[in-house]
């Protein structure tokens, strides 16, 4: 089974700062990485797909990069609503289908 | 695109619950499917995949033996028959449309598995 490994744990940050979450895979996941953010009580939603591929509907501030174990999310520049968590997803060696522990970007 | 999951709810060690999840707003029988779980203050765990027509499913080890996931393609809907539940299972139950990447999620049910 591939383990994702996320860090940090917890993001502070301000609105309008940039935001920079890693996720890092125990073995070469290639690009198959996704990124998804979930808010409380919320569905969570795709934002990223084969590790830099945005989503339909995705703001452009969201943009992923990486290959083989070490993929990045990067807000630019955080809006009130991107406060939330972040998850990594690998697909390359499934079932399972495994995601990360999470990073929880705060204000 | 709408998923809503529903028949979550309290059950004791050892019971069954059945969930359901109704799509609308796309072809349902076009979209491979899955069921994902959240536990209290945890992370987001995969559960189970379905084919586009049923005939491949995949379980997370820890659901194996005890879970079936099902579909009715007539009825745009997906299933999960959840057998001798434990107290690890309590958790948001979603369903997700995609075949390894999810792009639309449901509201979640809440199993709380409970003496």
């Known amino acids: 089974e591939i383990v994702l490994t996320q860090s940090p744990v917890t993001l502070s940050l301000s609105p309008g700062e940039r935001a920079t979450l890693s996720c890092r895979a125990s073995q070469s996941v290639d690009s198959y990485l996704a990124w998804y953010q979930h808010k409380p009580g919320q569905a969570p939603r795709l934002l990223i797909y084969?590790?830099?591929n945005r989503a339909s509907g995705i703001p452009a501030r969201f943009s992923g990069s990486g290959s083989g174990t070490d993929f990045t999310l990067t807000i630019s520049s955080l809006e009130p609503e991107d406060f939330a968590v972040y998850y990594c997803q690998q697909r390359r060696d499934w079932p399972p289908l495994t995601f990360g522990g999470g990073t929880k970007v705060e204000i | 695109v709408q998923l809503v999951e529903s028949g979550g709810g309290l059950v004791q060690p050892g019971g069954s619950l059945r969930l359901s999840c109704s799509a609308s707003g796309f072809t349902f029988n076009t979209y491979s499917m899955n069921w994902v779980r959240q536990a209290p203050g945890k992370g987001l765990e995969w559960v189970s995949f379905?084919?586009?027509?049923?005939?491949?499913?995949y379980y997370a080890d820890s659901v194996k033996g005890r879970f079936t996931i099902s579909r009715d393609n007539a009825k745009d809907s997906l299933y999960l028959e959840m057998n001798n539940l434990r107290d690890d299972d309590t958790a948001v139950y979603y369903c997700a449309r995609g075949s390894t990447w999810f792009d639309y999620w449901g509201q979640g049910t809440l199993v709380t598995v409970s003496s």
């Open positions: 379905i084919s586009r027509v049923p005939g491949t499913k």
């Open positions: 084969d590790a830099s």
